[in-house]
């Protein structure tokens, strides 16, 4: 499960522009030290554990998956932030793009193809540990209220929730294709924690 130097690159750069966008209403709210600061933290949380996940899921199926960013959206995240105040993020920093072919050990191509189901389990894998980050940073608020559980909440519910929008590159519109009541179930279980 190796990393090419453009995925780290994407990867970083996607963190980073995501930690702004995010943290623009936390710079209002806490000031630019403590705000950036949690939005980075947060944010490297999430957006690190969802992209391996998918990774860790592809390698289990024999498919390689790999993150890109999209340049717009990235663009797109950092003005929308600024431009509501820090009230509305678009969070679609780039995808993971999932190898059609299987590889065997060393990375040797086989002939089998990854199938539909394969495809919405990996994509499944990212949300699905975002939600699961949201609920354990329910839980901890629930035993000790400290605002860096809340945001840390919210804002896994929120990339849970974006991913699973059903449109292709999002994870969701490969989930949709491949089974709708696990779509229905995932995105419901993100809307209600990101509410």
Request: proline content about 4%.
């Amino acid at each position: 499960m190796s990393f090419s130097q453009t995925e780290i690159r994407d990867i970083a750069v996607s963190t980073i522009v995501l930690a702004m966008a995010f943290g623009y209403g936390l710079i209002q709210e806490l000031g630019p030290y403590a705000g950036l600061s949690i939005a980075f933290v947060v944010v490297g949380i999430g957006f690190l554990a969802h992209e391996l996940m998918h990774r860790a899921a592809a390698h289990r199926f024999g498919a390689v998956a790999e993150y890109r960013a999209y340049p717009f959206g990235l663009l797109l995240a950092l003005v929308l932030s600024v431009a509501s105040g820090g009230g509305f993020v678009f969070a679609a920093p780039g995808a993971v793009y999932i190898s059609h072919h299987k590889t065997g050990r060393w990375h040797r191509s086989m002939d089998e193809r990854i199938s539909v189901e394969e495809s919405g389990v990996i994509s499944l894998a990212g949300p699905l540990t975002n939600i699961a980050l949201a609920v354990a940073f329910l839980a901890l608020n629930a035993l000790v209220p400290f605002s860096i559980f809340k945001i840390a909440a919210q804002v896994n519910a929120f990339l849970a929730l974006f991913n699973l929008l059903p449109f292709h590159p999002l994870d969701g519109g490969k989930i949709f294709l491949w089974d709708r009541k696990v779509w229905a179930f995932a995105f419901i279980a993100a809307a209600i924690g990101w509410l």
